[in-house]
């Protein structure tokens, strides 16, 4: 029986670690945090000063080795953050995450990266994510899919995957399921522990399952963005060099004001809108096959048509896509030949079009 690991005992290894440039250790100096112990691999994050910066590399391996002679200790992953004092005036400026990819290239994990945005949370667009990302593996194309949502990642979820990743060579290797390689920060944590940070550790997770993951030779990457146009969405659009981003809506005029916020986000970023997918477009009942506009209709595709983007395809609110998401067989795997699937697998195809000629510029957008 393998011995059992404690945070505690974490603890106790982290005390011989060293804080750059100061006579404490990690501990006394209060860096180390949200400590996660799952099956005997073991993550936590540590929180340093911009100064500091230029040791966070040697900081990282110092607190990797140190947990992973404890007896029983499978891999270590170890997220750093830093960030800036707050200022005195009434002008507070903004918290940054610094140290580890700062003044960096574009990270550019695949050939295509994609990213899958909303304004708004409950438009379905993880759903949109995984099922999209399936059918571009179904055109032979090698697939991988982030989950960047730190807050509430669903991607476990929709896989069916509940092992947490090994790590190799000071990288995390993607979990693997219907073809797709895959990287969570729920499959890091358990599915009922609460992420409780501020948001430069949230930047710096990010940058980190896109620069610490040993991706293979993908031709896309999707990435389920989380919703909103927080500090996570900025760090993706402005750290990644996206090829452009697909924006997720509900026909309804409320989702819609907040698609627009997205879609102005990724403007001031300079990454290209590919378009529009408008999600629970129409419900079909299953006992007499009347079309119901449960949010209404068109509106997405009429937004679309306003800003000068190609809209890409409505898909049903619909039991069948909802049933197969929440077991962890999304409908593209589970159902390819259905109506449903050949929703998704017509968008893909035309994302795929679009990414062969589409270049960083991208198209205007015009907000009013």
């Known amino acids: 029986m393998s011995a059992q690991i404690t945070e505690q005992k974490i603890l106790n290894a982290l005390k011989s670690v060293q804080m750059p440039g100061q006579n404490s250790d990690i501990l006394t100096s209060e860096a180390v945090s949200n400590i996660v112990v799952k099956d005997g691999n073991v993550g936590f994050t540590i929180e340093i000063s911009p100064e500091q ?5 040697a900081l990282k391996a110092d607190a990797e080795n140190a947990v ?7 891999s270590v992953s170890v997220i750093l953050t830093a960030h800036k004092p707050a200022v005195s005036s009434t002008s507070q400026a903004p918290v940054e995450a610094v140290g580890e990819g700062a003044g960096e290239d574009l990270l550019k994990p695949a050939r295509h990266v994609v990213a899958v945005a909303s304004g708004k949370g409950g438009v379905g667009k993880s759903t949109t994510s995984i099922n999209l990302a399936l059918a571009f593996a179904a055109q032979g194309l090698k697939t991988g899919i982030l989950d960047a949502d730190i807050y509430g990642p669903s991607l476990p979820r929709l896989l069916g995957l509940s092992e947490k990743p090994r790590s190799e060579n000071n990288k995390l290797l993607p979990l693997s399921a219907f073809g797709l390689e895959a990287m969570s920060i729920g499959f890091l944590v358990d599915e009922d522990a609460p992420t409780i940070w501020r948001g ?3 930047m710096s997770a990010v940058q980190q399952m896109l620069r610490d993951v040993a991706w293979g030779d993908l031709d896309i990457l999707v990435i389920d963005m989380p919703p909103g146009t927080g500090d996570a969405q900025l760090t993706l659009s402005q750290r990644a060099d996206l090829a452009g981003a697909v924006i997720v809506s509900t026909p309804q005029d409320l989702a819609l004001i ?3 916020k997205g879609l102005n986000m990724f403007r001031r970023v300079n990454v290209p809108v590919l378009g529009i997918v408008e999600n629970m477009s129409y419900f079909v009942c299953p006992s007499c096959g009347e079309i119901s506009d449960i949010f209404g209709t068109g509106g997405a595709k009429a937004e679309a048509e306003r800003l000068g983007l190609p809209f890409l395809g409505g ?4 039991m069948e896509i909802r049933a197969t998401s929440d077991a962890g067989t999304p409908i593209v795997a589970e159902n390819f030949s259905s109506p449903h699937a050949q929703a998704y697998v017509k968008i893909a195809e035309t994302l795929t079009a679009q990414l062969e000629k589409e270049t960083r510029t991208g198209p205007a957008i ?3």
């Open 200 to 202: 430069p550790m949230v």
């Open 68 to 74: 992973n002679a404890i007896n029983g200790v499978l």
């Open 53 to 57: 910066a230029g040791a966070a590399n």
């Open 315 to 318: 898909i049903p609110l619909d």
């Open 366 to 368: 015009i907000m009013d």
């Open 258 to 260: 907040d698609a627009r």
